[in-house]
């Protein structure tokens, strides 16, 4: 089976700022993905980073980088220079890679807000 | 990049009717789509796997005679809430993955929203 642990109902940052949120995750897979996801108020699901199990080094998109610690089974999520439009719920999920098509299994997700 | 276009974005209608919500992969083939319902301030829960050609996967807890899904084509999934009632009132989001690379992204519909009076 496979989990997904958000413990942050709730983050605040300055714009501007760098903002970490947090996600630990745990599986029997031995190669697996994870992945990065912002619900906006709107509510559509925008997918921002991905991080292979396999893959040696951490994921960066953009503004978005992904501190991927497989020993400690985290894939923390860093936004830096935060912006107004930052503010959303974020979702940490994993999907294992092994076999067949399997599910994404998402955490309960982190409410970003960016004060000004 | 790839999207997802889900249809309509926004429903209300009376107790009893039923509603259909497409999903539909607009420049990629996806042999398995995903349906979602999602509480105000929670995660998303995944309701039910839609493979091409062959019945849903339904994940336990979930009423297939209630949510009925088909998905007739590589590009189009459809989720059809059967006598609707106040309590099926929900945001209800599709997803889908390119047939491609394990280790592709799903993407998202944008969402319906639907309300039962």
């Known amino acids: 089976a496979q989990k997904i642990t958000q413990t942050q109902p709730g983050m605040f940052v300055q714009e501007k700022e760098a903002v970490t949120l947090d996600c630990t995750y745990d599986?029997?897979?031995?190669?697996?993905?994870l992945f990065w996801y912002k619900q906006p108020s709107s509510g559509e699901m925008i997918f921002l980073i991905y991080?292979?199990?396999?893959?040696?080094q951490n994921a960066t998109e953009g503004r978005y980088s992904l501190n991927f610690q497989k020993a400690r089974k985290s894939a923390n999520l860093v936004i830096s220079a935060s912006q107004l439009g930052d503010s959303a719920m974020y979702f940490c999920?994993?999907?294992?890679?092994?076999?067949?098509?399997?599910?994404?299994?998402f955490g309960t997700g982190t409410r970003l807000l960016v004060s000004p | 990049g790839a999207v997802v276009s889900q249809h309509p974005s926004r429903v209300i209608c009376k107790s009893g009717t039923s509603v259909k919500i497409e999903c539909r992969s607009l420049?990629?083939?996806?042999?398995?789509m995903f349906w979602y319902r999602q509480f105000p301030k929670k995660s998303l829960m995944l309701m039910a796997t839609?493979?091409?050609?062959?019945?849903?996967?339904?994940e336990q807890g979930v009423e297939k005679d209630k949510f009925l899904i088909n998905h007739a084509s590589l590009t189009l999934s459809t989720l059809t809430v059967t006598s609707a009632h106040p309590e099926d009132s929900s945001f209800y989001i599709c997803?889908?993955?390119?047939?491609?690379?394990?280790?592709?992204?799903?993407?998202f519909g944008d969402g319906t929203r639907l309300s039962i009076l």
């Open positions: 997803s889908a993955r390119d047939r491609g690379t394990r280790d592709q992204p799903q993407h």
């Open positions: 599986t029997s897979d031995p190669s697996y993905g």
């Open positions: 991080q292979g199990s396999y893959d040696q």
């Open positions: 999920a994993m999907r294992g890679l092994n076999t067949g098509f399997q599910k994404l299994v």
């Open positions: 420049d990629f083939q996806a042999t398995t």
């Open positions: 839609s493979n091409e050609g062959s019945k849903a996967t339904y």
